[in-house]
């Protein structure tokens, strides 16, 4: 994740999430992830007239053993309350239209700010359902 201007949340060295704001993208294809994480996250930003080549990817088995999420903002706005992996609180960051949020380790929890926020969710799956997927942290 070499992005400079892209904001990173980290505890005990655990990279936990990565904030891409509207205003982050540069010329070119930037990958934010890395090539070890569940979610493969880049940003293109090209002109009119490059070609990307077709291609499919190939079947290979994986290993996962944690769910990634990609949040991205349509419209509105939203609060983002990010915890450390032991489930203590460590910080909110509030996020606009245009932005996006990679969340890749701890936990999460949200408040909408505004009417009509429309956020575009990404993850890892298959999902395994609420009580094997994921733990509620109490507050």
Known sequence: MSHEKIEKI???GLLLA???RDSDWSKGL???SSENDFQ??????YDKGKVLEP???LLKPRMISRTQEVLFLKEGALRASIFTEDEKFLKTIDLHKGDTMILLAGGHGYEILEDN???L???NGPYLGAIED???IQR
Not at 40 to 45: I, K, L, P
């Open 117 to 119: 926020t429309k956020v």
């Open 30 to 32: 930037t990958f934010v």
């Open 121 to 123: 969710e990404v993850k």
């Open 10 to 12: 980290v505890n005990d």
């Open 40 to 45: 493969q996250v880049g940003m293109w930003n």
């Open 18 to 20: 990565v904030i891409i």
């Open 55 to 57: 291609h499919v990817h």
């Open 134 to 136: 994921r733990k509620r």
